[in-house]
Every structure is written in C-alpha cells, then in structure tokens.
C-alpha cells in the first residue's frame, strides 16, 4: 500500500492566550505526514519557496517521508498568521501570504501515480480533482475542504464529491452545504452528494461518521492541555489513513479504529505548538493513549 | 433502594422553530420522575395550584410516582414560557411567573426520610442543603445547578457541594465555577470543589464524569429528530438515577452505565414536546437504543 498527500506546506505565525511562536513548520501536508508516519511511510507532494531551511528536509527524511514530490520554487514559502480566541475553538486569522502555493499546479512524480491512499488536503476543488485525474487506480481518497471553496467554487466541489471515498467537514461546512442544522441531517445530506463516507469534525467535541453502516460517534480524547489547536484536523486525517494504509483487517472496524487513532493522535498535536508534540511522541505513547481511550468510553 | 427527587413542576410554553406549545407539562421534577421510571418508582416532592389537572396526577399514578409529597397550594402553578434559537442549543426564557413555586419550602413526608438516593434539582442551594437536612442515610446524592446560583449563592453553594456525590454542570456553568475554559481543567476544577463525581453535560455534544477514576467520555446519542430540547438534562439524571436506584452492580461500570441510559433517555426525551416522547417509549425500546449507542462508538 502507498500513501499520497497533496497539500500546503507553510511556515505559520500563531498566537494563542498562552503564548505564541513565529514562522514554525505548518500546513496541512506536514501535519498529515507527520502524524501518519507513524503507520505508513507517506508520499509528500508540495511547493516551498527557496527560503524553505534544510533542517525541515533533514526532518522530512528522518521521518520517512518520501519528498520526490516535494517542488522548491524561487521565492517564498506560504506563511499564515492567525490567532486563537480565549476557548481556543475560535481563531482570526491575521495574515496569509500564498507566496509560490498562490500559483502550485501540482504535478505527481511518475512514482507516485501507484498511490492506493489519497488525501486531497484543503483546496480548491478544481485542483483536488487535477490531482486525483493523476493517480492511476487509487483505492482510497479522502479529501478536505473549507467553507471558501463551498462559497466560491461550489459547483467543481459537487463535481468532485462523487469521487470520494470519504469526505472531512466540519460542522458549519457541513450546515453551509446542506442547509440542515441538525448535525445528524447535516452529515447524511453531505453523503448523498456522492462521497461514499463522511467525517464531519467538531474540533473538541469530536467528530462524527456517516456511512453506510449508519452514525458512528467519536467524542474527542480529553485532554487538559491546549496549547495550540492548528494541524488537529490534518493530524486527525493523518493518522487515520496512515493505519488504514498500514492495516489490512476487514472494514467497517477499519475505519473505526483509523478514527480512533485519528482522535488520539490530534489530541497530541494540541499539547504543543505546531507539529512539536509529534515531534516527541511515538507509536507505543499513541497506542496506550488508544486503550485508555478506549476505557474512557466503555460502560 | 429508593429514589427522592425534589424540584419545580411546571406548565411550559414552547416556541421552536418547528412549532410551538402552550401549557404542557414541564419542570424538572416530572421530567426526572418520568425518566426514572423505566427503572424505579420514584418519589416526588414538588408544590402545584390548584389549577393542576387531575389528568397528570392520573400519569403520575399510572408511572407508579410517589406523589405522598406532591403539595397543592392555594394559587396556580409554576410556569415558563421559552424560546429556542434555529440551532436548538441556545434558548430565551421569555416569562417566568413563579407562583407557588416562589416560596415552596419543601417538608418531606415522613415516609420518604429514609430515601437511598436523593436528586436535588436545580434550585437555591440553600433549600437544597434543607432537604437534604430532612434525608435521614442517604447513599447517593446528586444535584443541579444553575449560572444564578453561581452568581448569587455562591457561598451556600461552595457550602453545599462538599455533601454532594455528585454534581450536574454544564460547561459554562463549570466555567463559570472555576475560571477554567478547558473543560478537562473546569470539570477537575468542580470536582476539587467537594462533590466526590461530577457530571458535565454538553447538550448535543454529549457529557463528561469527573471522578476519583479519571475522566469519562460520553457523546451524545445522534438523533436527526430534536424537537424540543426541554427537560433533556432532568430526564438524564431521572433515568442515570433511576438505573442506579435499580441495579446492584459494582462501580465504576454503575456510574458510567447509569450515564450511558441517562444520554439515551434523554435523546428520546427530545425527539417530541415537553414530554410526550417519555409517554409513548418503554424499557424495551430504551434497551434497545442503549445497545445501539454501545456499538456506535465500539473501535
């Protein structure tokens, strides 16, 4: 099995009520290939600008992360600046300089085109299926998106649902493209709009399946130290399909369980900034943090 | 075993987005009792008019409540009139007119002194440690509250807790307690404040125990149908309550399991007005849904 990512690489400026840290690692591929590399060795496909620092190479690497598809271009590398509200629920952002991602049309290496798991990571729709037109028979595809593309590029977003596996919203997304407010209505009317399966994220409060086996709930691992929300979705989306490359035991368990170690493995990522938590984490703290999860809920 | 509760019995009127209702029966007594009942017969203390109809002490009976403290008083009974937002989660309380209820001071019929389990609904602290008073060996000692008490008793409150099991807050209430946002960090925080276990309740997203066992997570049980979110929270600690009262298993599985049927009884509890879908449910059915919420979250 093979692993593919396609999304922004960025260094991010982020405050928080408790502190705040300039120009670390972000984006939405790192924090997915950073968390699935636990599983699987992921398949990066990106632009950096020519400001992009070889530590993050060198850390790519010592991650397994396979960087064929990794595109430097002369200029500078995405920067986001945001800042979270007292909750943490809620953030503004400040800034957002698209830099050499403004103008990335991504191509996939030759190597890549095997992949058998996608994960379209935030963008506009129009580019997710230009990518997914790429991969020659890809087995699993989940991708991203954002109340943005729902707004603006809404008919290439119903285009492209029907050719998903699984789809990630969140719950004003999922309300925004329904018109339904009940959660539960809300995630069934996302699924009749093609994708096979839908994961709506409620941030802390967990996140919810929709499929054909019915409503799965996931509540969010609780965990009392925040420090900093951003990449919990990615990480989330990376976890669970770096096991689901990495698994082979029979559906619908499989997707469970990938939800699981997603809710687990993003409970991490928001214990530090940016990707620094993964940083010193590994597979055997996620593993028990699965099984007290899983006690946490058992009656 | 034998389960008390003392709270408000009320007339409601309604107004959701999908309809309206004038003058059903509400308050956080019957909604406690009627849950319970599935499980035990509950005895109920509580003050009515003498504008009370004799229909409902005929439910009352059929539902084998013990209405030996149901007091009629010159005057006409408690009633609410609110309003809930498009989302279902927020609501305006339009009119309160307390009548009797204003100066209700609750004497427990000398057959109820020896009740096991007591649930003090949400009321002045101050009556709440009076009936308590009155509970000659009570085992097991649960209480709601509310932001008004917060704010205006603090002190009988913070008096009040440490004679509590357990405590029910909602997040901004355990906020509101403890100046925490985090809701791991509140409900520690509550918890730090006397009751031995505390209950937070998160309204669609489910709730949270805190207790000498760590934490427990308990996401909502998915209905696509919220009619009318009254008396969800009342009918959750009725049918946790009445389980408990009920069933001689070992703790912790008792608590956590008594939390399990308060999340179901209180998905039926909202699927119809006030609490009509109560009057048309049995313990079947609420079996039945229980197990189905058991395999929603099984990994």
């Not at 960087?67 to 200029?75: D, E, I, R, S, W």
């Not at 890809?138 to 590029?153: E, F, G, K, S, Y």
């Not at 029907?162 to 995630?187: H, I, K, M, Y």
Request: aromatic letters at 10%; a negative charge; hydrophobic letters at 40%.
């Amino acid at each position: 099995m093979s692993l593919l990512v396609v999304g922004s690489i960025a260094f991010d400026c982020i405050e928080t009520p408790n502190g705040s840290v300039d120009d670390v690692l972000g984006g939405s591929a790192p924090a997915f290939c950073f968390a699935a590399s636990f599983f699987t060795p992921p398949r990066l496909v990106g632009v950096v600008g020519d400001d992009f620092p070889d530590v993050y190479r060198g850390l790519f690497e010592r991650l397994r992360i396979d960087t064929a598809g990794l595109v430097t271009q002369p200029g500078k590398t995405f920067r986001w600046k945001g800042r979270y509200h007292q909750d943490m629920n809620t953030r503004d952002t400040l800034e957002v300089h698209l830099n050499v991602f403004g103008t990335f049309d991504p191509v996939l290496p030759p190597a890549f085109r095997d992949s058998t798991h996608v994960f379209l990571a935030n963008g506009s729709p129009v580019l997710q299926g230009r990518v997914l037109d790429q991969v020659r028979e890809p087995r699993l595809v989940l991708a991203d998106t954002m109340d943005l593309w729902i707004n603006t590029q809404r008919e290439a977003l119903l285009k492209l649902l029907p050719r998903l596996d699984g789809l990630f919203v969140n719950d004003s997304e999922a309300q925004l493209l329904t018109g339904e407010t009940n959660l539960v209505r809300a995630g069934r009317g996302v699924r009749r709009l093609g994708p096979k399966f839908v994961i709506l994220k409620k941030g802390e409060h967990g996140a919810m399946l929709f499929s054909a086996d019915g409503v799965f709930v996931v509540p969010a691992y609780p965990t009392p130290d925040v420090t900093d929300p951003t990449g919990a979705g990615d990480s989330f989306a990376g976890a669970m399909m770096g096991y689901l490359d990495s698994d082979g035991s029979p559906p619908p368990g499989r997707l469970r369980r990938g939800m699981a170690y997603g809710t687990v493995v993003a409970s991490l990522t928001v214990e530090d900034f940016g990707l620094d938590r993964l940083k010193r984490t590994d597979r055997a703290e996620i593993d028990a943090r699965l099984e007290s999860y899983r006690k946490m809920m058992a009656f």
